[in-house]
């Protein structure tokens, strides 16, 4: 009986997985189809990928992609770790403030974010584009970086930064050496989140661009209206790249967490 | 340690250009006419009247309609799969959460694009289908297809908080309620069911409100014609040009997402 149970459950959690992944499956495969067609697999063939990076549209929007998303993870990462250091000192009215302005964009539907950015870069009259684009996405990326840094700088000894500056060092020291190594994991964990909530943007990047500057996902956006096994083989780059970026970072910890159990 | 308060001034700053600001500027435009110019003001509420024409009206009855549906789907599939993961052993958990997450971290645009291929009239599925002798089905530019991909792009949504309340569980509690002469059928009921409450909630409220919001779904697998809230907001914008009502629209939306995470809150017994 309980054999049979652990088997049906089992099949379930199959069937769901091949759910999840029968699609991003399907789109590598085809990735690689000889043919145009998506929906017969003639041969293989790297036709696609050959076409893709002598694409100039194409090759451009890697690289805006790519600098965005770096360009979006450093800055908010270091913007939403000094506002998390910051806001564990600051008075309580404040910190209520900003906490919940924080959340706003996270709560809030994209779209919704999307075109109130639109409408504030038009009404300053800033021109849309690359630059228009990077002040979103370190918009959207910042909150999620202070609710992944705050609560580890929210459960530090406050006597440790203390005890620093007593013995000779100065607050920036004091936050070098000591808080922050302390809260690394946060901060850490922050970053990769803006990393690919950057890198995978398509909603706000779709308002807020202009001027011929297109990410990915605006690229595969425009591309959908035909046929195109072009976008297969970007989907599959990009794929593949996210997948490796989250098994290293997920799968060592995972590692690492039963290897101490076992120790214990 | 005083040193440190000023590090919340340069979000302070930020935060309120880029955080409060557009909310101002979107409420603003929604209350007004006359274009894109915010020069003049003319306090108007035509943009909301405009909402109650029954084109609209059906508008947003589709969106919260396909929206409860995709909610619903998605809490049978998706509480089976919780629960059946966190029978497992820790690392096992592991891994299998950590399977149901990495789709989430895919584009969503793209795992929603990979569904044309399969689900088009001479595509993947229909050619399985006519090797048994059943006659292609129409499925792209439909509800099921709209469907279909939000219950695919959503369901980790609700999944990773039911089987994070699930796991937290005190396993004795169950063996108590069976120690006490509770049927299985009980014990799922007044126990299982009850502590996963809180993750059952926050993954409604989650899926519910992506769905609601969406535009690339329905834009790719509803085609051109196929209009919900998030569409008619990006039409107005992108197409139409009347910010104003596109404002209105999206007030609207938000106020609606608003209200269905506080009233999810008040029935969520464990919440503090």
Redesign the interface.
Same mark, same amino acid.
């Given at each position: 009986m309980k054999k049979k149970k652990h088997i049906f459950?089992?099949l379930?959690?199959v069937l +769901? =997985?091949i =759910?999840?992944? &029968?699609?991003?499956v399907? !789109?590598m495969i085809?990735s690689f189809n000889a043919s145009k067609s &998506?929906?017969?697999f003639t041969g293989f063939s790297l036709r696609w990928y050959q076409e893709l990076i002598t694409n100039k549209e194409i090759v451009s929007a890697v690289y805006v992609s790519v600098t965005i998303a770096i360009l979006a993870t450093v800055i908010s990462t270091v913007?939403?770790t000094? !506002?998390a250091?910051?806001? *564990?000192?600051?008075r309580k009215f404040?910190k209520e403030y900003?906490l919940n302005? %924080?959340n706003?964009?996270i &709560? @809030?539907?994209? $779209? #919704? !974010?999307a $075109?109130?950015?639109? $409408?504030?870069f038009? *009404?300053i009259g800033i021109a849309k584009g690359y630059m228009t684009m990077l &002040? /979103?996405h370190i +918009?959207f990326c !910042?909150p999620y970086v202070?609710t992944s840094v705050y609560p580890k700088v929210r459960n530090l000894d406050?006597n440790l /930064? %203390?005890a620093a500056?007593d013995l000779g060092a100065t607050?920036f020291q004091a936050?070098r050496k000591v808080i922050l190594p302390l809260i690394r994991p946060g901060i850490f964990a922050g970053a990769l989140l803006a990393f690919?909530m950057s890198f995978?943007d398509?909603?706000i990047s779709y308002?807020v661009t202009g001027n011929g500057v297109k990410n990915? *996902?605006i690229i #595969?956006?425009n591309m959908?209206k035909r046929t195109n096994p072009t976008?297969n083989a970007l *989907?599959t780059i #990009?794929?593949v790249v996210?997948?490796l970026i989250?098994l290293v970072v @997920? $799968?060592v910890p995972?590692l690492k967490?039963?290897k101490e159990?076992k120790e214990d | 340690m005083k040193h440190f308060k000023h590090l919340t001034k340069p979000y302070i700053v930020w935060s309120f250009i880029l955080i409060v600001i557009p909310l101002l500027l979107i409420a603003l435009y929604a209350f007004t006419t006359g274009g894109n110019s915010v020069k003049i003001l003319d306090f108007t509420l035509k943009n909301f009247i405009k909402i109650l024409d029954p084109t609209y009206i059906s508008v947003f009855l589709k969106s919260v309609k396909l929206g409860l549906i995709t909610t619903g789907i998605c809490l049978l599939m998706g509480y089976p799969l919780a629960y059946f993961i966190s029978r497992f052993k820790e690392r096992t958990q592991d891994f299998l959460v950590l399977g149901v997450t990495i789709p989430m971290w895919i584009n969503l645009l793209l795992r929603t694009y990979a569904w044309l291929n399969l689900l088009a009239d001479n595509g993947i599925i229909n050619n399985l289908l006519s090797m048994v002798g059943i006659g292609p089905i129409t499925m792209m530019y439909t509800d099921f297809s709209v469907t279909l991909g939000m219950v695919c792009n959503f369901l980790p949504l609700m999944v990773i908080p039911i089987h994070t309340s699930l796991r937290k569980m005190d396993n004795s509690l169950i063996e108590a309620a069976y120690d006490l002469g509770a049927n299985q059928l009980q014990t799922f009921g007044r126990i299982v069911l009850k502590l996963s409450m809180p993750g059952i909630i926050n993954g409604i409220v989650m899926v519910f409100l992506m769905s609601i919001s969406t535009f690339v779904i329905p834009k790719l697998l509803g085609g051109g014609q196929y209009l919900l809230i998030g569409n008619l907001i990006e039409s107005q914008f992108i197409s139409v040009g009347d910010w104003n009502f596109g404002s209105a629209i999206s007030l609207l939306l938000a106020i609606i997402i608003l209200i269905s995470m506080r009233l999810m809150k008040k029935i969520d017994p464990q919440d503090d």
């Open positions: 459950s089992g379930y959690i +769901c =997985f =759910f999840f992944y &029968l699609p991003i399907i !789109t085809f &998506l929906t017969h913007l939403g000094i !506002t250091i910051g806001l *564990s000192k600051s404040l900003l302005v %924080n706003i964009p &709560l @809030n539907p994209e $779209i #919704v !974010t $075109i109130g950015l639109m $409408i504030l038009s *009404s &002040l /979103a +918009c !910042t202070i406050p /930064a %203390n500056m607050p936050l690919t995978d398509f909603v308002f990915i *996902s #595969v956006y959908t976008i *989907s #990009v794929i996210i997948i989250l @997920n $799968i995972i967490k039963s159990r | -």
